[in-house]
């Protein structure tokens, strides 16, 4: 899994950015049940998954803060 660009991000709408993060937190399950069940070997790819949950949902914020003002 690769990192997300900040500025690809932001160029998302919200409806979109949402859309990214329940995909990214499906893959999030699925990793998950595959580290469970033993099939999984690169454990890197859950901590960069997490890291792209997290910048998603920050630019998220970002944006709903800007059209809550």
Request: cysteine-free.
């Amino acid at each position: 899994m690769k990192p997300l660009k900040p500025e690809q991000l932001r160029r998302m709408t919200i409806a979109e950015l949402q859309r990214e993060l329940d995909n990214l937190r499906n893959e999030q399950y699925r990793l998950r049940v595959q580290k469970t069940v033993g099939e999984f070997k690169n454990t890197d790819s859950i901590r960069q998954l997490r890291r792209n949950i997290a910048r998603v949902q920050t630019i998220l914020n970002e944006k709903r803060r800007e059209a809550s003002v």
